[in-house]
């Protein structure tokens, strides 16, 4: 059961290229959340999907878009990756809409953007 | 806007000793979880506490819900070098989404 996989788990970007990252669960999970975590800032919530074939945005939506491609897989799409975009970015899957039930994290992606 | 506020933010202790680490709010949390995260890995869940004034025990590890559901705390007993991580607590959102605090590194030395 391998839970929440994410790739790739690192990445170098050059400002103003554009990349994807890949999230997909195996627990039959409802909803899906990308969070980035930076030093001293906890996790802050980019967008999220409660069901398949809806998205919101979170706390920092701002140059990211998302795709629930099925139920299983959540993409978050950086367009024209800036500086500030360096961090790890954290997948993650819940049963349902409430977060009662808690978050299954993925390993992370750590993006560096020079 | 409802914020979590964890205490202290670093904490370094000798094996053996005993911690504990609060999460304070402003605001009611309908649940509140404690996960904790080692380096290079995803944030794991260890509890989560659903009623005012709740005690739960995990070997270890004594988590409890501020009566009002604004605080909560861990407590670990007789640290161990194992325990060493970061250590976050998350309030379920009155839009049902998690909001996390900035967290808590501890390290134990042996």
């Known amino acids: 059961n391998a839970g929440v996989t994410q790739t790739p788990k690192f990445q170098v970007l050059k400002t103003g290229q554009s990349m994807t990252l890949q999230c997909a669960q195996d627990?039959?999970?409802?909803?899906m959340y990308w969070y980035r975590q930076d030093p001293g800032m906890g996790l802050r919530l980019i967008y999220y999907?409660?069901?398949?074939?809806?998205?919101d945005k979170g706390e920092v939506p701002n140059g990211y878009n998302v795709s629930r491609l099925n139920k299983r897989e959540f993409s978050l799409r950086l367009e024209s990756a800036a500086p500030s975009q360096t961090s790890v970015y954290f997948c993650?899957?819940?049963?349902?809409?409430?977060?009662?039930?808690?978050?299954?994290f993925g390993s992370g992606t750590r993006l560096t953007v020079v | 806007t409802q914020l979590l506020e964890q205490s202290p933010q670093f904490l370094s202790i000798q094996e053996g000793e005993n911690l504990t680490v609060y999460c304070n709010s402003s605001?009611?949390?309908?649940?509140l979880q404690w996960y904790r995260q080692e380096p290079g890995e995803g944030p794991v869940l260890l509890v989560t506490?659903?009623?005012?004034?709740e005690v739960k025990k995990l070997k270890r590890l004594t988590f409890q819900f501020g009566d009002a559901r604004k605080d909560s705390s861990l407590h670990i007993t007789a640290a161990q070098p194992g325990d060493t991580g970061l250590y976050l607590c998350?309030?379920?959102?009155?839009?049902?989404?998690?909001?996390f605090g900035q967290g808590t590194t501890l390290q134990v030395k042996p």
């Open positions: 993650a899957s819940t049963l349902g809409g409430r977060a009662y039930y808690g978050y299954t």
């Open positions: 627990m039959n999970h409802n909803s």
């Open positions: 999907s409660a069901s398949e074939g809806t998205t």
């Open positions: 605001s009611v949390f309908s649940s």
């Open positions: 506490v659903v009623t005012g004034g």
């Open positions: 998350a309030g379920s959102s009155n839009t049902g989404k998690l909001i």
